[in-house]
DNA sequence: GTCTATACATAGATAGAC
DNA sequence: GTCTATCTATGTATAGAC
C-alpha cells in the first residue's frame, strides 16, 4: 500500500482514539516511521488529509441512509438505517468529537458539512414521509412535526458517540452502545410508530445485540 | 475588579467567540494588556481558569434545572427549565464546543462532567415522574421509556447550540434560536404530554419570541 | 500584584539532497 | 518517492526585578 493511502489511514485511527487535536504531522509521521517531509510530498497540509477523510465519511454516510430505500420500508430495513449510520458516526468519530475546531478552521470543509447536515435531514424527513405512506408512521398534529422530528433524530445519531463517550470517559465504547443509540433513535418515533411495525425493529436489535454477545464470548469466529 | 476575576472573564469571552482551542494564555494576557506572568500569579495554568470557569457553568446549570420545583409543575415553569438551562448551554457554549478535547486533557474535569451529566439525567427523569404524578405527561409504554426519554432531552440540550452553530457556519446564533431549541425539546415529549399543558408550555415560547422580536426592533429598552 | 525577559516544547511547513 | 535538516510560529510556563 502506498504511503499516501497509509498516512490516510493512520491518520483516522490516531485521531479516533486521541482526538484530532492531539494528532499532528510530526505524529503520523513518526508512527509510520517515515519523514515530515515525505508526508509533506503527499499532502499540501495537515488540513488536505482530514478532507480527505471526511470525504470518505461524507460518502459512506450518505450510502448508508440511501440504500436500500425501496418503498415500503420495512421495519428491518428501517433500524438497518440507524444501525448502519451510527457504525459510520463510530468510524469517524473523531470528526464528531472534535467538530466545532474542525470546521472553524476549514471554511471549506464547514459549508461541506453544513450541506451534508441539510441533506440529511431533508433525506431522513423523506424517509419518514415514505413511513406514513406505508402506514407504519402516524402522521404528527404539528405541521413542523415531521421536520423537528427529523431534526431530533439528526442531533441524537450525531452526538450518540460523543454521549457514550463522555458518560464513562475511562471506557471504551462497544458494538452494544451503538445497538443502545438506535433503541435511542427509534425511542424518539416510537409513539407515531405502527405498534407492529416498532415491535418488529426491535427485534432487530435484539438479534443484534445477541449477535454481539455471541461474538464477544466466542472471539474465534 | 480584580484581575483574577478579569482573566476569567475574558476567557470566557475570547473561548466562547473562537472556541476553547483558539485561545491560549498569551492571548488572554493580551487582550487584557496585562503581562503572561500576571496571569501565572493568578492561576497555577490554563486549566485551572477553564476549572474555574466549568464551576459556574455546573453550578449556573444545577440552579436552573433545580430551581422553583415545587409540585404541581406548571407548563409556564416547564418552559421555564427549557429555557433556563438554554441559555446557561448559550452562556458557557465553548465548553460545550470543545468538550471532549477538554475532558480528555483533564481527568478530574472529565469526572465532574460526567456527574453532572449523571445528576442532570436523574433530575430530568425526577421532573417527568412529577408530571406523570400530575397527570401532566402520560406514562410511556416501555419500562425504560422515562430514562431514554430524559437522555433523548438531555443529548439535544447539550448539543443544541452546536447544532445552530454548525447549520449555518458564517451566522450568529440569537435568542430566538434559543427558544426554537425549547420548542425541539418540547416535540420530544409532545406525544405523552397532556394537550392543553403543552399548549401552554408553547405559548410560553411564542410570548418569549415576540419579547425578543420587540427587542429587537427596538434595541433602546 | 504586576512587570520584563526568557526558557522550553511542540507543531506546521519547507529546502534541497538522495 | 523519500530522506535529513531546518525554519518559524505559537503556546505554556517560570525566574526574578519592580
Request: aromatic content about 10%; charged content about 30%.
Amino acid at each position: 500500500m502506498g504511503n499516501r493511502k497509509r498516512i490516510v489511514e493512520m491518520c483516522l485511527d490516531l485521531m479516533n482514539e486521541e482526538g484530532s487535536r492531539a494528532v499532528g504531522t510530526s505524529r503520523i509521521a513518526d508512527e509510520l516511521g517515515i519523514s515530515p517531509g515525505n508526508l509533506y510530498y503527499h499532502f499540501k497540509n495537515r488540513e488536505e488529509i482530514v478532507m480527505v477523510i471526511y470525504e470518505d465519511l461524507d460518502a459512506d454516510f450518505r450510502a448508508a441512509l440511501v440504500e436500500d430505500v425501496h418503498a415500503p420500508i420495512s421495519p428491518e430495513r428501517f433500524a438497518g438505517f440507524f444501525l448502519r449510520t451510527l457504525q459510520v458516526a463510530w468510524e469517524y468519530r473523531f470528526f464528531f468529537g472534535g467538530m466545532l475546531h474542525l470546521l472553524r478552521r476549514d471554511e471549506e470543509l464547514a459549508a461541506r458539512y453544513a450541506g451534508l447536515q441539510a441533506w440529511a435531514i431533508d433525506t431522513i424527513e423523506g424517509i419518514l414521509t415514505q413511513l406514513i405512506k406505508d402506514r407504519s408512521l402516524t402522521r404528527p398534529k404539528a405541521k413542523t412535526g415531521l421536520r423537528s422530528m427529523a431534526i431530533n433524530l439528526w442531533i441524537v445519531w450525531s452526538n450518540w458517540i460523543r454521549f457514550i463517550q463522555v458518560s464513562d470517559p475511562s471506557g471504551e465504547v462497544r458494538r452494544d452502545h451503538l445497538i443502545q443509540g438506535v433503541g435511542q433513535l427509534l425511542d424518539i418515533l416510537a409513539p407515531y410508530l405502527d405498534p407492529s411495525f416498532e415491535k418488529a425493529g426491535r427485534r432487530v436489535l435484539t438479534r443484534e445485540l445477541k449477535k454481539f454477545a455471541e461474538e464477544a464470548a466466542d472471539p474465534a469466529s
